[in-house]
Nanobody, 122 residues
Framework: QVQLVESGGGSVQAGGSLRLSCAAS????????MGWYRQAPGKQRVLVAT??????TNYADSVKGRFTISRHSRNAVYLQMHSLEPEDAAVYYC?????????????????WGKGTLVTVSS
């Protein structure tokens, strides 16, 4: 099993900043891609940003230039968010995809964190 623990959510005014963190632990062999998704009330969960273990990043158009994703270790990722807008308010979920080892057999894995709430007031 793999656990993803998010932190850093909270309430900010429009124009403010927050940094989200996600740390993965458990039977991890390798995480190929970690990322952040968000889900606003009544809407589908959508991609915010992803980062591969090779250093490639991908962003939703709506956050380009304002958000930065970074892998600060093999199994952890940050999402630095600047110039937050009310439209950014959502539950943010960490996602990890890769390979886990249980105990000497390797399996493809994909896990979600429980989410952290970001509220942006205008």
């Amino acid at each position: 099993q793999v656990q993803l623990v998010e932190s850093g959510g909270g309430s900010v005014q429009a124009g403010g900043s927050l940094r989200l963190s996600c740390a993965a632990s458990g039977s991890i062999f390798r995480i190929g891609i970690m990322g952040w998704y968000r889900q606003a009330p009544g809407k589908q969960r959508v991609l915010v940003a992803t980062s591969t273990d090779g250093g490639m990043t991908n962003y939703a158009d709506s956050v380009k230039g304002r958000f930065t994703i970074s892998r600060h270790s093999r199994n952890a990722v940050y999402l630095q968010m600047h110039s937050l807008e009310p439209e950014d308010a959502a539950v943010y979920y960490c996602h990890a995809k890769g390979i886990e080892r249980i105990p000497n057999t390797y399996y493809g894995m994909a896990y979600w964190g429980k989410g952290t709430l970001v509220t942006v007031s205008s």
